[in-house]
């Protein structure tokens, strides 16, 4: 893998009762994921805040992942979802496998100044309907996304 291209990161820690893993970058066809280098049975936490885009070839590889992830390990959950993995979640049933979404990023924009920030959100918090600006303190929308539900 070269260096500044576009690839994926992914570290892989053994912590007590399971395993993290922290995923950053691009997600493609030439993306490495292989569920062996995931040791162990028991749980499983991804963090998923780092992920930067995906291409179709990433989805299969993504979900091909994260299946054989959900076969291995009791329990599987994924944190800081990004809103470009939110987008195909919401598109693609089984994209998340078994996971289970522990919280995610919304993006908010503001319509005064142009501000565009990201708030990570609890997977069974509220989404409130707006905010403030930490630009210009006037009100903060969250952009559309596919599926609020």
Known sequence: MGMGGRHLKMIVTERAGGVEIVLSGFISEKAEMDPETVMGDGRCIIDAG???????FGVRTFVNFLDAVCDKCSEVRIRRLPPVLVCQASMIPTFL??????????????????????????????????????????????????DKK
């Open 50 to 56: 780092g992920i930067l885009s995906i291409n179709s």
């Open 97 to 146: 496998s078994r996971a289970r979404v522990e919280s995610f990023f919304t993006p908010w924009c503001c319509l005064e100044c142009g501000h565009e920030t990201l708030k990570l959100q609890d997977f069974n918090d509220h989404l409130p309907d707006k905010g403030i600006c930490p630009e210009c303190a006037t009100e903060l929308y969250a952009e559309e996304t596919p």
